[in-house]
């Protein structure tokens, strides 16, 4: 586990973070903390880590000291929890039976996965491709486009994140992952400013105007050249942000009168965390190619997918994926499993109730002055933390961040000041409960004088 608040570009050097590792440092733990900082190559995010982690079940992660704290995180892979016990089996039990497939071998738990996803995937989505993270994937995503159109270009909003290799970071438009690397990622990507930028305060007019001006710059740009193989964007932000009505079926529209294809990122939003089993679903625009990953491996394997119009199955004679565990028995059982529990256990609904409920929950702190707007699908929520005149205010959410944490509750703050909740679709109600009154409580005291 890390103490960070996950806020991208942070240095993990305020007070606020100093307070908290100070107050709750653990011998048990300094020892680990010291070999991992000599044994990591160091980077933002991620290393040198301050914290330790020994267990996770369900909802929770523990650490070495014991302390234990219901994750909001969980790089958005902890779907139906951690170490879901039928999942464990079916692993161990692939284990026994098939360990691994050469790539030009097929097996029944990589086809009958690749059939379970087509079977889900909206209109005539149906071709599939597997790769051992989601980064890969939108790799193979922009390649098809590439191969498909006969073009290179790509179009994606600035502050957008769609993975860590070149490819992905070059039409990722985080500074993050861009900035310290010498010369252009990748040629041809071009991008334009989202929908929804850091300084439009949520829930105004102002937002859906942004939402109207980005449409019709992304027409002019993708009709200025007529050379876009694609445009690549997540349907619903991760920050979270929810999209304006009738924003997608704009972009849509725009995509298929200059000929680019439509590529949707759902890697930390689909397979149900939005209340819907793509979050795309909910603004009823089918994209041309679909990005799957995270949460695909049920929070043990790491797996993930693209899924392709049939036509687009076009790239026979080249290499686009080439993964040594391309079809990988062991990851491709974790996902198809994933998938039963949540049909079984109807995590997709549950999502939904669940939602609206926290949604109802959290209400009541729109009037605290605070809180600039309240937002999400399903169980991806977003409180946005702003200043007296409704600006952006970091340093307040990471105060809030480290208070809740104390409290046993660990979730990412997104954009500098965004608490984002993103819980297990697993989730008791009565945790949930527990968790929006710790973040009440939080946001309550810092409003205090």
């Known amino acids: ?36 900082a000599g044994a990591f190559l160091h980077q933002s995010l991620s290393s040198p880590c301050v914290a330790t982690i020994a267990r996770a079940e369900g909802i929770w992660i523990e650490d070495l000291a014991g302390r234990r704290y219901m994750d909001f995180h969980g790089n958005s892979v902890h779907h ?13 039990d692939q284990l026994d039976t098939l360990s691994f497939a050469p790539r030009r071998f097929s097996c029944e738990p990589a086809v009958a996965l690749a059939e379970a996803l087509a079977a889900r995937a909206p209109g005539d989505l149906g071709k599939v491709l597997f790769t051992t993270g989601g980064s890969d994937a939108v790799e193979v995503a922009l390649k098809l486009a590439r191969a498909a159109t006969g073009r290179f270009k790509t179009l994606s909003f600035w502050d957008a994140f769609h993975g860590a290799g070149f490819g992905a970071a070059g039409v990722g438009g985080e500074a993050t992952f861009r900035s310290g690397i010498a010369g252009p990622l990748v040629p ?25 001006a980005c449409a019709k710059m992304i027409d002019y740009v993708l009709g200025r050249d007529g050379d876009y193989a694609a445009f690549i964007a997540e349907p619903m932000r991760a920050t979270p942000l929810v999209p304006a009505p009738g924003f997608w079926a704009e972009v849509r529209a725009a995509c298929d ?26 603004d009823g625009v089918v994209p041309d190619i679909l990005v799957l990953g995270k949460a695909l491996g049920g929070g043990v394997l790491p797996i993930a997918a693209a899924i392709a119009r049939r036509d687009l199955d076009v790239a026979g004679d080249y290499a686009i994926g080439h993964y040594t565990h391309e079809k990988n028995p062991v990851t491709a059982r974790a996902a198809l499993t994933t998938l039963q529990i949540i049909d079984d256990e109807d995590l997709v609904a549950r999502a939904a ?47 809030i961040y480290y208070r809740c944490l104390a409290e046993g509750l660990s979730f990412k703050v997104s954009a500098g000041n965004i608490l984002t909740l993103s819980p297990p679709l697993v989730i008791a109600r009565a945790d949930l409960d527990r968790a929006l009154d710790i973040v009440t409580a939080a946001v309550q005291a810092e409003a205090t004088p």
Do not use: Q
């Open 257 to 282: 009168r200059h000929g680019t294809l439509l590529i949707f990122d759902e890697i930390p939003t689909g397979l149900g965390k939005t209340g819907r089993f793509f979050s795309h679903e909910h």
């Open 1 to 36: 586990m890390s103490l960070r608040p996950h806020t991208e570009g942070e240095a993990n050097t305020s007070a606020a973070r100093a307070a908290y590792a100070a107050g709750h440092a653990h011998p048990a733990e300094a020892d680990l903390l010291r070999r991992d």
């Open 80 to 92: 139906i929890g951690y170490g879901h016990p039928r999942l464990i089996a079916a692993i161990k």
């Open 188 to 212: 041809g990507a071009e991008h334009v400013a989202p929908w929804a930028p850091r300084d439009c305060p949520y829930g105004t007019d102002s937002l859906e105007a942004s939402a109207r």
């Open 353 to 399: 109730e669940l939602g609206a409920h926290a949604m109802d929950r959290l209400g009541a702190l729109s009037a605290c002055p605070l809180v600039g707007g309240i937002r999400g699908r399903g169980l991806m929520i977003g409180v946005e933390i702003v200043t007296p005149d409704g600006m952006a205010d970091p340093a307040t959410a990471e105060r």
